[in-house]
């Protein structure tokens, strides 16, 4: 039996009953950067460098932000506002940042070697990001605390990881065609903010869950 088996049901019905709350925080942090970057753009080749580095933050925030969303309203209802979301995120950045290009880093390397040394980073590395926004962990000791709940479940945890790849490619194919549909230069931009602030939320969903189902003992 998977021990992780009812995560994607969980997910999809807090996606359901939450939407408008975590749709609406991926869509506000996924606009401002569109904006600043949109900006910056009229700057030239040094604005595009610049909207790369503030894409990439945008990407660490809303990871951070939407942990802590679905931290929030694991009770039933979301106490915080998006503004108060944010704030309460903002002070683990610094550890998502670094931990996360490490692991993009570590797990991108595996893949272009044999392949499964890559699956096997992404799996063990699979809760880094709710550890430390929920456990306050260091960037570093992230590593090793996600490894250590993944113990002993890592198929599941695998399973669980490709069932959810899946899943996001078949949605961002279908957006994509629905999309494909608005002019070229609309599509661009309004494709990535779309497809960011629909698919965004589940996969956070789908990681806290894991997270709090190893580390509570759930799948024990």
């Known amino acids: 039996m998977n021990p992780l088996s009812g995560v994607l049901d969980e997910a999809w019905r807090m996606y359901k009953a939450h939407a408008k709350h975590l749709l609406a925080i991926a869509f506000v942090i996924y606009v401002a950067a569109a ?9 030239g080749r040094i604005g595009y460098l610049l909207g790369f580095l503030v894409l990439l933050l945008a990407g660490f925030v809303l990871q951070a932000t ?33 931990a996360s290009i490490l692991a993009v880093i570590g797990i991108w390397v595996g893949l272009w070697l044999i392949i499964v040394p890559g699956l ?15 456990e306050r962990s260091g960037a570093l000791a992230s590593f090793g605390r996600s490894r ?44 990535t903010v779309i497809s960011g602030t629909v698919i965004s939320p589940f996969l956070a969903l789908v990681v806290t869950l894991v997270y709090y189902r190893l580390s509570t003992g759930a799948v024990a």
């Open 66 to 98: 939407l942990v802590k969303a679905v931290q929030d309203v694991r009770d039933g209802r979301a106490d915080l506002s998006i503004s108060e979301t944010v704030s309460a995120a903002l002070p683990s950045l610094p550890a998502v940042a670094v």
């Open 35 to 43: 904006i600043i970057i949109a900006l910056l753009a009229l700057a």
């Open 120 to 134: 096997y980073l992404m799996t063990i590395w699979a809760v880094i990001v709710p550890v430390i926004v929920i």
């Open 148 to 191: 250590d709940l993944v113990r002993g479940r890592g198929w599941h945890v695998f399973v669980t990881l490709v069932l959810v790849i899946v899943i996001l490619i078949v949605v961002q194919a279908v957006l994509g065609v629905i999309l494909a549909a608005l002019p070229r230069v609309l599509d661009d931009g309004l494709s």
